[in-house]
């Protein structure tokens, strides 16, 4: 191994890399939240559509994306060595759990939150991100560009589907509730001044943003419910 | 004894508007016995009776003892040495917390006044791969010398002791080290973490050197080394949850967790060593 992947290879260095991909996902997600807003736009899914397109074809969004699948693979496959060394660090568990109330009960669960997230994200690409690449969709009638907003319109007329969402949404927010500040921690940041501002910033984001993307799937199936009466 | 105690207060005819009351305890303690590092050890319950507020939880554990010895059983093994705070060696998980429910204490300034009549107690060694159970609830926690040695010292010259303030370091810097160097070593902050992590001991021990003009020489190779060492050990990963602060009796900060990873991010870009 060479020093730098060795540097990357240690407990810190495995937590630094799952802190700077956390944080590119952190940025990742609003950019997510605001394409997905587009499809509330009222005007049949024309505006999202029209991003999509951009972000298919724009070659610095192209690059971003190949980071960006950098970004989950490097922090799926260390969160999960993280997790497996974690476990194997207490062979025998104890007895009675420990309940000293300090700790927030979503710093606890960030592995299995982790684990939902991949599956939620697994489910995620099967459904929405193959039609970007692999399996194309039928264009816009009057345009050349894909409709996949109707593909997400048609999916979020399933309330189970809508819940599943929306559960998924949730997961994240606990998971960046703790996750979000952690990630400064981890990089050596913590000061009088910033760390009170990085913590309310975490909690504002860890809500805002799921709460965000969960609305966009209610809102369609109400819309696609009103629709129907 | 406070019967009759009572009873003669009763035959002095004085009204007395309070009986003098047994504050003494009866216990059920469920511990952890092992006969050594191989046996699978399981807990055992055992019964105290009149245990005194008074009395220190290691106290306690003691009289627990004499009756053992006078049984002819084994008696439970603890590690315990200067019974004031500062050894940092009497380890056990009681109820579930590493040195019981007080804060900021270790287990010998832990006093049953902190329990109750009647209470079930539950008590078990540190639980950790790195730190294997030798019998009973005493631990190895020669891991935690092993990271020391690897890089916990500084370089001193040898020869007279030198003025003291010769070198000028700011009262909060030194206050921050002093802190810092306050560690014991206990091992609850392994104890009480999900993942037995020695971040918060490597963190403080790291800190009080790295903080300090003393420190500076061997300021990269230590922090690479001490966490090489860590690793090496066994001891798991930090998720920031903050358990091991919680239940520190030196109370540590989680500061020098940021601080320690700040020194290892510092030591892998600028050290020279690239082996
Ligand atoms: C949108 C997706 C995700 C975002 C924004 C995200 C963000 C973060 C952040 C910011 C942290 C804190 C890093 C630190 O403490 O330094 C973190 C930790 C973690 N993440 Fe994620 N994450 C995501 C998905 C996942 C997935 C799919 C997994 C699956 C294995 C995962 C597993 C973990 C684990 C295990 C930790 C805790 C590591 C530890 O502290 O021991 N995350 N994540």
Partial sequence: ?229 | MLNLLNEAINRTGIKADKTIKNLNMNLTLKIWRQKNQNDKGGFESYQVSDVSPDMSFLEMIDVLNEDLVKEDKDPVHFDHDCREGICGTCSMVINGRPHGPKEGITTCQLHMRSFSDGDHITIEPWRAKAFPVIKDLVVDRTSFDRIQQAGGYVSVNTGGAPDANEIPIPKRIADEAFDAATCIGCGACVAACKNASAMLFVSAKVSQLAMLPQGQVERKTRVEKMVAQMDEEGFGACTNTGACAAECPKGIDLSNIARLNREYIGAKLKSENVS
């Fill in chain 1, 1 to 229: 191994m060479s020093w730098f992947t060795k540097a990357f290879s240690t407990t810190i260095g495995r937590k630094l890399v799952m802190s700077l991909t956390g944080i590119f996902l952190i940025l990742f997600l609003i950019e997510h939240l605001i394409g997905n807003l587009l499809l509330l736009n009222g005007d049949g899914g024309l505006a999202f559509n029209e991003f999509a397109h951009f972000m298919k074809y724009n070659r610095l969004i192209q690059i971003g994306e190949v980071v960006l699948f950098g970004g989950f693979l490097f922090h799926i496959i260390d969160g999960i060595i993280l997790i497996r060394k974690n476990r194997k660090s207490r062979p025998v568990q104890y007895a009675v759990s420990n309940k000293s109330e300090v700790t927030s009960w979503a710093s606890k669960l960030m592995g299995p939150f982790g684990i939902i997230i991949l599956v939620f994200l697994i489910v995620h690409m099967y459904d929405f991100f193959r039609f970007k690449y692999f399996s194309p969709v039928a264009d816009m009638p009057g345009t050349d560009i894909s409709d996949l907003a109707s593909l997400v319109y048609i999916k979020f007329q399933s309330v189970g589907y809508v819940a599943f969402y929306v559960i998924a949404m949730a997961v994240v927010g606990f998971h960046l509730y703790h996750g979000f500040q952690s990630a400064f921690q981890t990089l050596g940041v913590n000061h009088v001044k910033y760390s009170p501002i990085i913590k309310g910033l975490g909690v504002l984001y860890s809500i805002v943003v799921p709460l965000g993307m969960a609305l966009i799937p209610i809102i369609i199936y109400i819309n696609h419910i009103t629709q129907q009466i």
